[in-house]
C-alpha cells in the first residue's frame, strides 16, 4: 500500500480496496494529476467565457497546466489581466464602438491596422483632445477570481478522485 496519495483520504481509501501495488499507484496517479490539471484548465476557460459571454478563444493562452509527474503534482496557472479588446471582434457603431459580448462604449472608436496580420482594436480618448487615447479592454479579475475559486477550486478534489479510480482500475486491468 501507498501512504504517499497526497494524503487525500478519498485517494486512499481507493488503494485500499483495490489493492494496488505501489507501482500501480504511481502510474495511475500520474495519469490522474494530467486529466485533472488539463480538466481544470478547460472548466476555468469555459466558466470564464460564459460568465462573461465571449468567446472561448478569446481566452487562447490564458490558462496552462504545468506538470511535475515526479513530485506528483500539477499546477495551474490563469491569466486574469485585462483582455485586450482586439481579441474581442470590436466593431464601429454610429455612436461609438463594442466589443463581442459586452454593450457599446460610447465615443470609443475602431482602429483596423492596413498592414500586418494583426487585429483591430478598439480605442477611447481620455481627454476632449485629440490625443492621448487609450486602449480599452475587458476586466476579467472579478468574474475569473468568482469562476476559478468557485466552480473550479470546489470540485478538483472530488474530480482527482474519481480520474484516481479510474486511472487505478485500469491499470489494475493490465
Known amino acids: ?4 496519495v497526497l494524503g487525500v483520504p478519498s485517494l486512499d481509501k481507493i488503494v485500499t480496496d483495490l489493492a494496488a501495488t505501489n507501482g500501480q499507484v504511481e502510474r495511475a496517479l500520474k495519469r490522474a494529476i494530467s486529466s485533472t490539471t488539463r480538466w481544470a484548465a478547460d472548466v476555468g476557460r469555459s466558466g470564464i467565457a460564459r460568465a462573461m459571454h465571449i468567446r472561448i478563444a478569446a481566452l487562447h493562452g490564458r490558462a496552462r497546466v504545468y506538470l511535475r509527474l515526479a513530485e ?3 499546477v495551474g496557472w490563469f491569466g486574469i489581466n485585462d483582455l485586450n479588446s482586439s481579441r474581442l471582434n470590436p466593431v464601429q457603431t ?3 464602438a463594442k466589443m463581442e459580448g459586452q454593450p457599446e462604449v460610447p465615443h470609443a472608436f475602431v482602429i483596423t491596422p492596413s498592414r500586418g496580420a494583426r487585429a483591430p482594436m478598439m480605442f477611447i480618448r481620455t481627454t476632449s483632445l485629440r490625443y492621448p487615447i487609450e486602449p480599452v479592454k475587458l476586466p476579467i479579475h472579478d468574474v475569473a477570481n468568482a469562476v476559478l475559486f468557485g466552480d473550479v477550486a470546489t470540485k478538483v478534489d472530488a474530480k482527482l478522485a474519481e480520474n484516481f479510480d ?7 486491468e493490465k
Open 1 to 4: 500500500m501507498s501512504t504517499y
Open 166 to 172: 479510474r486511472e487505478l482500475r485500469r491499470e489494475i
Open 94 to 96: 454610429p455612436t461609438g
Open 72 to 74: 506528483f503534482s500539477g
